[in-house]
């Protein structure tokens, strides 16, 4: 199991960050990886995005370039993704090119099927490597006890929801899909945390080493 250093080195910290549908890395770990853009270790981004309808695609692209990453878009049928064919071939494939020091990927306990496959397959693929889960809020309600933290800066949790908003003008009509509780879900993990800022993201970690 990889270690995460966060202080200051020659090589770039290289990030994962996985997600079942456009906008899903952005609301689940957005503000950590605006965070890590601004410690002392140069950061690489891979941004892997499985499914998106043309419309979604380019929203996903201008939010790629918005946080610095590096984009990786597929087609999966959104809600239909199974976890025989395709779908695992194309992450055993990812393993083959991408060597992360950290991957960032949905939790396991969510119920959207997707969301649960994506989460099952990083971990079968990518043995060996730091790897948090993160949360995204929904109707399902399924939110859970995170057990790893990362406290943001307002202005980090305020730019997050800011390329949230301006990126994906094609979900502003859900809503839920909103300023406020994109902050207040960092409000409460702030408090949960004691983070200084009173905000923060939060993740599960299943196993890692200091």
């Known amino acids: 199991m990889l270690r995460l250093q966060l202080a200051a080195d020659d090589a770039p910290l290289r990030v994962l960050a996985i997600g079942a549908h456009a906008d899903d890395i952005e609301i689940g770990c957005g503000g950590t990886l605006l965070r890590l853009a601004e410690t002392a270790r140069p950061l690489e981004v891979h941004w892997l995005v499985l499914s998106a309808s043309a419309e979604r695609g380019a929203e996903a692209r201008a939010s790629a370039a918005a946080f610095g990453a590096q984009l990786d878009l597929q087609g999966f049928r959104d809600a239909f993704f199974r976890y025989g064919g ?42 060996d ?19 790893v ?26 809503r839920w899909f909103t300023d406020d509780l994109f902050m207040a879900l960092m409000r409460l993990r702030g408090m949960e ?18």
């Open 193 to 210: 945390c004691n983070s200084p800022s009173g905000l923060a993201e939060a993740f599960y970690g299943r196993k890692l080493s200091l």
């Open 129 to 147: 490597h730091l790897i948090l889960e993160y949360e995204v809020p929904k109707y399902d309600g399924d939110f859970g006890t995170p057990n």
């Open 86 to 127: 395709e779908v695992k071939e194309f992450f055993e494939e990812v393993k083959g090119r991408v060597e992360p020091d950290l991957i960032l990927t949905h939790h396991d306990g969510d119920r959207h099927q997707d969301h649960r496959l994506v989460a099952e397959l990083t971990w079968n693929t990518f043995r």
């Open 149 to 174: 933290y990362v406290p943001l800066e307002e202005e980090q949790a305020r730019r997050k929801v800011e390329f949230l908003l301006d990126s994906f003008p094609s979900q502003a009509e859900k």
